[in-house]
């Protein structure tokens, strides 16, 4: 079992920036992979990034060279910077992790709101 705690969400401006942070309940070195989703209203859950326990990363098109994922091994955590942000990121943001044992885990989100 895993528990993943979403924070730093919020309301920002277009063209500020936010650093959401996943906290996981155990060592994330025994997690494959952890992402971060988004889920607008009205649409499908997507990916954003995601970045391996070699720390290998991956972004979707739409968020490559804006943001940012990171991990901090003693601190248990995952975070993502968002900069540039634009009124089509506002979403709520999960975060996801695999584990060794091919079980996913879900956090409960975070809402991110880009507006002026």
């Known amino acids: 079992q895993v528990l993943l705690v979403e924070s730093g969400g919020g309301l920002v401006q277009p063209g500020g920036s936010l650093r959401l942070s996943c906290a996981a309940s155990?060592?994330?070195?025994?997690?494959?992979?952890m992402g971060w989703h988004r889920q607008a209203p009205g649409k499908e859950r997507e990916l954003v990034a995601t970045?391996?326990?070699?720390?290998?990363?991956n972004y979707a098109d739409s968020v490559k060279d804006r943001f940012t994922i990171s991990r901090d091994g003693a601190k248990n955590t995952v975070f993502l910077q968002m900069n540039s942000l634009k009124p089509e990121d506002t979403a709520v943001y999960y975060c996801?992790?695999?584990?060794?044992?091919?079980?996913?885990?879900w956090g409960k989100g975070t809402l991110v709101t880009v507006s002026s």
């Open positions: 970045i391996t326990s070699s720390g290998s990363t």
């Open positions: 996801k992790a695999l584990a060794i044992s091919n079980m996913n885990y």
């Open positions: 155990r060592s994330i070195s025994t997690l494959v992979v």
